[in-house]
Structure formats: structure tokens, C-alpha cells
């Protein structure tokens, strides 16, 4: 029954790259090795033992990440690794899950509101290799280069990254990326990349960080194909989720 199980499971990830123009594609190319120590907030989302999405920690008992993560799936199948710089579950430290909430208008044919959080059920112990980001409820520069990081795949049609990855891509405008990608880009969206292209996330990359100066801004929701010219990622635009967020996060604490 396992065995079927992590079966459908892989066949579900590598059928996420589908590449039809100006499609939502749930989804580090053109990156660099770094290590956990450098990037300490973000974390794997473990199902069945396997990657599955990526998080960042914004306090000691929950993870941001991204809707399409966590719908369909129980909490009780999730794991959280935190301070390992593989996508293997015996790196770092497994946390079991309490609770799941996601943005009650996340609609997962547009991608729309796409964040969602992880309630773990214990503290984590913060170190050097396992810290809390804080979220920037404020709007970015156009043109501010931002970091991306996770374990996704570095091509894209895969394979995903064996170990932790990152890179860094320019804030790119709002309209601008409306007339790439379409009206399909709303107001909770922001963009990011390179128009040439060459760098971006990928699948397996979701609901990972989009940080700028030690601040998250966005989180990694879609985008068309990977690292194409003209077709910047697509995040969850924080400053705009901001207030459902904070709201949340009071009524849990």
C-alpha cells in the first residue's frame, strides 16, 4: 500500500510541469548550492517522507507557505524538516502537524489568494541553522532584486535538487507582468525574474520563500513553464495577504 501510495505521489509531482502558454503552473533553475546556516527560515515540507513543498518559519509554531500545498491533503500525512540543507528526511529535525489553515478565497483554478499556514505541534528550538523571518507588510520596489531558494527542480522538466538552492531575481512591475502573463495576474500576485530568463523557481519550489533584506515578501505560487524568457515567476504578494495573515496569526495565539 506504501508503495502505491509514494508512487502516485511521484507520479503527481512530475505531472505538475504543464507548459501550455499562460497557464498556472503550481512550481530553483539557474541557482547556486548554498547551505540551511544561510537561509535558516526556510524548510521542506515533507509528505510520505518526500519533499513536497517548501516554507518559510514565522514563529517558533508556524509555517507560511502556499494554499495549493496544503489543500487536499490532511495535516496528519505532513511533516515539517527544518535546519537540513538536503530534501532527505534524516537531515535536519522532523516536526509532526497540528493544524492547517489556507485563505478561505484561495481558488485553485486561478491560483488567487494562494497562502496558507502550518501550525506545528511543538516549538521549534531556534538556532543557527533553524531562525524565524519576518513579514514585510510593505509594498516592493520595482526592480529590488529579492532570493529565492528551495528544492525544486533545476531544469524544467526536472530532475529537483538534491540539495538547497538559490538565487536572486528582480521585483518586476505590475503591468508589466500583466501584459506578459495575462489578466490572470491579480492585485495578490507579484512577480519576479529575469525577462531574458535563465533563473526562476520551479516545481517542488511552492509555497518557499521570496525574501528581500532578511523580510519575506512573497511566496512562490506559479508560473509558466520555468525560467522562460518573458514569463517571470509568479508569488503571493505578502503586502496585500498581510492583513489576513496577522489576523489569523492573533486569533491563534
Known amino acids: 500500500m506504501m508503495g502505491k501510495l509514494l508512487l502516485i505521489l511521484l507520479l503527481y509531482h512530475f505531472s505538475l510541469c504543464s507548459c501550455a502558454e499562460n497557464r498556472p503552473d503550481p512550481r530553483i533553475v539557474g541557482g547556486f548550492p548554498t547551505d540551511i ?3 535558516p527560515y526556510i ?3 515533507q509528505l510520505y517522507g518526500i519533499h513536497h513543498c517548501g516554507g518559510s518559519i514565522i514563529n517558533k509554531r508556524t509555517i507560511l507557505t502556499a494554499a495549493h500545498c496544503l489543500t ?3 495535516h496528519r500525512l505532513l511533516k515539517v524538516k527544518v535546519g537540513g540543507t538536503s530534501r532527505y528526511h ?3 529535525e522532523l516536526f509532526s502537524v497540528a493544524d492547517l489553515h489556507t485563505h478561505e478565497k484561495y481558488n485553485a483554478k486561478t491560483m488567487d489568494y494562494d497562502i496558507g499556514i502550518i501550525r506545528l505541534r511543538n516549538n521549534l528550538t531556534l538556532s543557527n541553522k533553524v531562525k524565524a523571518i519576518p513579514v514585510n507588510p ?3 520596489a520595482d526592480g529590488t532584486y529579492a532570493t529565492i531558494a528551495g528544492w525544486g527542480f533545476k531544469s ?3 530532475p529537483p535538487s538534491d540539495g538547497l538552492r538559490y538565487a536572486r531575481v528582480p ?3 505590475q503591468t508589466a507582468c500583466r501584459n506578459l502573463l495575462g489578466k490572470i495576474v491579480t492585485d495578490r500576485m507579484l512577480c519576479a525574474g529575469y525577462l531574458r530568463g535563465g533563473t526562476d523557481a520551479c516545481q517542488m519550489d511552492s509555497g518557499g520563500p521570496l525574501s528581500v533584506r532578511e523580510q519575506l515578501v512573497g511566496i512562490v505560487s506559479w508560473g509558466v513553464g520555468c525560467a ?3 514569463k517571470p515567476g509568479v508569488y503571493s504578494r505578502l503586502d496585500s495577504l498581510y492583513p489576513w495573515l496577522n489576523k489569523l496569526l492573533n486569533k491563534l495565539t
Open 156 to 158: 524544467m522538466n526536472g
Open 43 to 45: 524548510v521542506s515540507i
Open 138 to 140: 510593505k509594498k516592493i
Open 37 to 39: 546556516s544561510n537561509i
Open 171 to 173: 521585483i518586476v512591475n
Open 72 to 74: 487536499g491533503v490532511s
Open 90 to 92: 534524516n537531515d535536519g
Open 228 to 230: 522562460l524568457a518573458d
